[in-house]
């Protein structure tokens, strides 16, 4: 069964710095991953999608890579904005999708 | 375009009580899926469909049935609720399973509490 990790559970950082939140995963054989943003009470919002065959995926201040070889992805937030603030979720798709359980992002203005 | 929706937005039931949760989705998509989403645990698969008419389990559908009679329509029933089933329950969509369009669209849920 596809096992889906995402570190740190939660993160809080000062309003302009570029940050990182992270994606891994047990087995690699993957159709895609796409990440999400999810606010308190709401439901989930696509923000980036990258098939197997690619390797990153850019969207104004987020960029998006995967390295299936290692089952990782990473999401690089570029000049942080109190805006930013939400759970960040991804999750990878095979048979079924699969999600990871979140990292929790504050951004201090 | 009203993308995917989800009626009802709260409910609380009685344990062993019945109820039906409906998705629409108006993006002509193939694929739905419904998922909950308990403290922790992350978002789960209870079933998806390929199709109309068609349906299949996921990681979690035990106490759980679902129906795809029309495209645009998911619905998620609970014959005998119980308090294990208290979540918030999310429908999603997708053009595809495979890898070239199967971007997922969720709907913003439905809270349900079982006393």
């Known amino acids: 069964k596809q096992e889906v990790t995402q570190i740190p559970a939660a993160l809080s950082v000062p309003e302009g710095e570029n940050l990182v939140l992270n994606c891994s995963f047990t087995d690699s054989a993957i159709y895609n991953l796409q990440w999400f943003r999810q606010d308190p009470g709401k439901g989930l919002t696509s923000l980036l999608l990258i098939q197997s065959s690619q390797r990153e995926q850019t969207s104004g201040r987020l960029n998006a890579s995967l390295d299936k070889s290692s089952g990782r992805s990473t999401l690089y937030i570029a000049a942080s904005q109190p805006g930013d603030s939400a759970t960040y979720l991804c999750a990878v798709s095979g048979n079924q999708f699969y999600f990871g359980t979140g990292t929790s992002l504050t951004v201090i203005p | 375009n009203a993308g995917v929706t989800q009626t009802p937005k709260f409910r609380v039931l009685k344990t062993g009580q019945s109820m039906t949760l409906l998705c629409a989705q108006d993006?002509?998509?193939?694929?739905m899926y419904w998922y909950r989403q308990d403290p922790g645990m992350g978002l789960r698969l209870i079933h998806y469909?390929?199709?109309?008419?068609?349906?299949a389990k996921g990681e979690v559908p035990d106490g759980y049935n679902v129906s795809r009679l029309k495209k645009q329509n998911f619905l998620l029933g609970l014959e005998s609720a119980a308090p294990s089933q208290t979540s918030v329950y999310f429908c999603a969509s997708s053009y595809s399973g495979r890898e070239v369009g199967n971007e997922q669209f969720f709907g913003p849920g439905t809270r349900l509490t079982v006393l």
């Open positions: 469909s390929v199709g109309e008419g068609t349906t």
């Open positions: 993006m002509n998509h193939e694929y």
